[in-house]
């Protein structure tokens, strides 16, 4: 059966530490979607590892790890993170990984048009990592991109490479610096390398859901990025929900034992895009502070708010979680008051909405409906049992569930491993 771990506000969730622990009795640990511009870090063993397009259950020397077919696979990214891992005594990893021959690849000419088409929007720019992921998926949508298995055809890879580049040189003129043949040598390098991670996914897939093993699914980014739900256009260019791990990694619904939902106990948010509780004032960078809130894949700091009920309750109508893992509760233990967003006010009719719009420019226009809790103010940071809480936390973690409808199974307490509340 599989255990599917889903991020559910705008990523940077703490998705890492419960695929760390869930994945120790894991048989396999795969990723769906994204590419190497997720980002998180795991602590195991007193190392700290950081994770971008490689699975995290490669902590676990007996669980095999897969990149599914969702995924845009970067060959440079995946190597030189793999080397890293190896460096800090992960020597398991590289008999452990696999790829699957159907994802798309992820070029360097990718990450040049990323910039590119950056700069182009100008001061409605998307906010993206650079890392070549919008256009990867692009070229996906418009067939014309380049599939795993067609690295190993080296006349079939070279000629899609040079047409693609032949096509964005003619869009960007001498703005795109990118030498294609550069990027061709590399790759007669890596068609040496790689065959032996290279499998039919489908298959593997198949054959392992068959068998009755148990399977980690860990997503990439969060419900709030996603290409259609998401706060569109400021969102990533993939399905990150609960349709792109079974389209992803063809999972089979009816084998779905548990759908995490990872949210933080406040919210943040990296790059542009509508985020209706941040504060820029002292509490959010209170929160930035104390929650050492910047990335892991691009050390660009974190936006800071408060928890938004409602979009906990909509990322909840989309991927249908089965339970919560809160994290980070120990970062709001100084706040002497505690703000939570229950709905957004419409300034035409002054009606209270409890759910999340498509329409942002609207939803601009809202106001947010806070209720305010009583903070504890009582360290809280490795506490393992949930009766061991101040009261004030508990009735947090409760209003949570009672607003969304969905328990909470995992608490977060603290950076390391073993800071969590199992409920």
Aim: glycine share 10%; net charge neutral.
């Amino acid at each position: 059966m599989a255990t599917i771990i889903l991020g559910s506000q705008w990523g940077d969730e703490g998705k890492g530490k419960l695929s760390d622990i869930l994945c120790q009795k894991a048989h396999v640990c795969a990723r769906a979607a994204g590419g190497h511009n997720a980002g998180h870090s795991v602590v195991a063993n007193g190392v700290s590892y950081d994770f971008h397009l490689l699975p995290s259950g490669l902590v676990n020397p007996n669980c095999t790890n897969l990149i599914g077919s969702g995924v845009v696979f970067n060959v440079q990214a995946f190597f030189k993170e793999l080397a890293a891992l190896e460096e800090k005594g992960l020597t398991h990893a590289r008999s452990k990984l696999l790829v699957s021959d159907r994802a798309q690849v992820n070029l360097e000419l990718h990450a040049r048009v990323d910039g590119l088409e950056e700069r182009e929007l100008a001061g409605n720019k998307i906010g993206t990592t650079g890392r070549g992921i919008g256009p990867s998926y692009s070229n996906k949508a418009a067939r014309n991109g380049i599939r795993v298995h067609e690295i190993f055809d080296q006349d079939v890879f070279e000629a899609k490479l040079r047409k693609l580049a032949a096509g964005y040189k003619k869009r960007f003129g001498d703005l795109l610096e990118y030498d294609v043949e550069e990027e061709i040598v590399r790759f007669r390098e890596y068609r040496e390398k790689l065959p032996g991670f290279v499998v039919d996914a489908v298959s593997y897939m198949h054959t392992a859901q068959e068998q009755g093993r148990n399977i980690l699914i860990e997503g990439a980014n969060a419900l709030m990025l996603d290409i259609d739900y998401g706060t569109y256009p400021f969102v990533t260019s993939s399905n990150t929900g609960l349709g792109g791990v079974i389209t992803g990694l063809a999972v089979n619904p009816r084998k779905i034992k548990e759908i995490i939902g990872v949210a933080k106990a406040y919210t943040t948010r990296v790059g542009e895009g509508i985020f209706k509780t941040e504060d820029t004032n002292e509490a959010g960078q209170k929160l930035q502070q104390i929650g050492r809130e910047w990335g892991v894949s691009t050390g660009r700091k974190r936006r800071c708010g408060w928890l938004d009920l409602v979009v906990l309750k909509y990322s909840a109508s989309v991927n249908y979680y089965t339970s919560w893992n809160l994290t980070k509760l120990d970062v709001l233990d100084t706040f002497p008051t505690i703000k939570v967003a229950v709905a957004y006010k419409d300034p035409a009719t002054g009606n209270d909405l409890d759910f999340f719009p498509a329409d942002l420019g609207f939803l601009e226009t809202c106001e947010v409906v806070y209720k305010e809790l009583e903070g504890w103010q009582t360290p809280t940071t490795a506490v393992k049992k949930f009766e061991d809480l101040p009261p004030q936390a508990q009735a947090y973690v409760k209003f949570v569930e009672e607003y969304t409808g969905v328990p909470v199974k995992w608490i977060g307490t603290g950076p390391a491993r073993d800071d969590m509340i199992y409920l």
